[in-house]
């Protein structure tokens, strides 16, 4: 198999069996790769050994490519989600601005849902202590959701509207 740095077919052969186990030297496939690879190595020591460097080289340079690229389609990822997640923002503010709950297209069915999940929460003012957990003094938002939930009036906090979100099938 031709590489950038033009490993020998027994490195090519190595190679093979570390990517099937992961580069797991010790799993007994592997370890035997290896093993004929020394055995060959004490044959040409300084021809093997260059190659054995060849190898580590293309390694590193692939993993390297590779996560340059895993970075480029992540930043692309993320790009396509805020747009997605603008473009469903606009539709729903459309469709409560002319009352509609659901839209049907010809393709797609566009509906209007309300958030699931715990309520949002927002907080005022400061927390007094017997809403903190110690340490570090952290507001304990579970204890702070369930009194407003029973009717506690806390004027450092409130429980806010549930918000909407369209659903596309």
């Known amino acids: 198999m031709p590489?950038?740095?033009?490993?020998?077919?027994?490195?090519?052969?190595?190679?093979?069996?570390?990517q099937e186990h992961g580069g797991?030297?010790?799993v007994p496939e592997c370890a035997a790769a290896w093993a004929e690879y020394e055995r060959i190595l004490?044959?040409?020591?300084?021809?093997?050994?260059?190659g054995?460097?060849?190898?580590?080289?293309e390694l590193d340079a692939r993993a390297h490519a590779r996560r340059k690229e895993a970075?480029?389609?992540t930043a692309t990822a993320i790009t396509d989600e805020r747009a997605a997640k603008a473009l469903k923002g606009r539709l729903l503010a459309v469709m409560e601005a002319r009352g509609m709950k659901k839209l049907d297209g010809t393709k797609f069915r566009a509906s209007i849902c309300g958030n699931g999940g715990l309520q949002p929460m927002e907080l005022t003012g400061p927390v007094p202590d017997a809403y903190l957990f110690h340490p570090p003094p952290e507001p304990d938002n579970q204890l702070i959701r369930d009194s407003l939930a029973g009717g506690?009036?806390?004027d450092f906090a409130r429980?806010?509207?549930?918000g909407n979100h369209v659903r596309i099938r």
């Open 3 to 18: 590489t950038l740095y033009e490993i020998s077919d027994e490195l090519a052969a190595l190679e093979a069996v570390l």
């Open 24 to 26: 797991d030297l010790d």
């Open 42 to 50: 004490t044959t040409d020591l300084y021809g093997k050994a260059d």
């Open 52 to 57: 054995y460097c060849s190898l580590i080289l």
């Open 71 to 73: 970075d480029r389609l």
């Open 152 to 154: 506690a009036p806390l």
């Open 159 to 162: 429980l806010l509207p549930r």
